[in-house]
């Protein structure tokens, strides 16, 4: 059984979703969890579901898009656990606007600050202080089946997700000699807030494409994040892991 005892995870966009749904699973299975988010609230709440069900988690606030807010969040994990074994860059945020509409200082910069300079700020930030450790650890950065095609009205998240995808084969080349290892996600579509946001007559598009006929839940993509950080895929370096219930496949 995948266990993560004792070590200690940064788990961005902790609040909601997909992030809270790891959170959960990962202090499940013993490790110690730093929960960060833009929303603080959100976030203690999450840690406070996990001390109600005996595991142990740590709320604090970050703005991804800010990368001394970051290594603030990072150091944040050192000083309440002592150190850091693992970080989830999952925090992000959807929607966008046909391209001939776009205002870059709208509909591009903002949504490329959070979705791909936080995720690569979440990679720099982590592997530093896994190097002053003496190396090892374990990053998971949350890509999008949109990383690796085009959709409708997703010209910057598909491109912010692309990039994650690129960060997470070149940081693991880079970071092996080092012994971290770096793995990325492609939900397709996750029930989540991101998603609830759209009308039900998309959504149940969203679901019929995937081949359960559903959408996947969270705590199932939460399922394959905890088996990443944990020593059962300590074969998976720079590994891209579709968790789409079957969307790619068409
Ligand atoms: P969600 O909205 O439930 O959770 C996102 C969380 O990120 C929220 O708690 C939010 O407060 C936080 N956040 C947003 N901006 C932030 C910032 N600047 N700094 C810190 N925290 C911030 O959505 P989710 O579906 O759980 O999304 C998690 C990740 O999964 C995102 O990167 C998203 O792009 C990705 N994803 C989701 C789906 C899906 O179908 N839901 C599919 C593919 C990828």
Not at 96 to 104: E, Q, R, T, V
Not at 166 to 181: C, D, K, P, Q, V
Request: hydrophobic share 45%; charged share 20%; proline share 2%.
């Amino acid at each position: 059984m995948t266990t993560l005892t004792d070590k200690v995870l940064l788990i961005t966009g902790g609040a909601s979703g997909i992030g809270r749904a790891t959170v959960r699973r990962c202090a499940e299975k013993g490790a110690r969890v730093v929960v960060a988010d833009l929303n603080l609230a959100g976030a203690q709440s999450v840690a406070d579901e996990v001390a109600a069900a005996g595991g142990t988690a740590h709320a604090v606030a970050v703005d991804v898009s800010d990368f001394a807010a970051v290594e603030q969040a990072v150091q944040s994990a050192v000083d309440a656990f002592g150190q850091l074994d693992g970080i989830f860059n999952n925090a992000g945020i959807a929607g966008g606007k046909p391209l001939l509409d776009h205002d870059p200082a709208r509909d591009y910069h903002p949504m490329i600050r959070v979705d791909q300079d936080g995720v690569y700020y979440g990679i720099l930030a982590a592997a530093r202080q896994f190097v002053k450790q003496g190396g090892g650890g374990v990053i998971v950065n949350t890509s999008s089946i949109y990383g690796e095609q085009a959709a409708e009205l997703s010209f910057t998240y598909s491109a912010a997700k692309a990039a994650v995808i690129s960060f997470t084969r070149s940081a693991a080349y880079e970071l092996a000699e080092h012994g971290t290892r770096v793995l990325a996600i492609t939900p397709g579509r996750a029930n989540t807030a991101i998603i609830q946001q759209f009308p039900q007559h998309l959504r149940e598009l969203f679901a019929s494409e995937q081949l359960r006929n559903k959408m996947t839940e969270p705590e199932e993509i939460a399922n394959v994040v905890a088996f990443l950080f944990s020593e059962e895929s300590n074969a998976m370096n720079g590994t891209v892991v579709n968790v789409d219930d079957g969307y790619s496949v068409f």
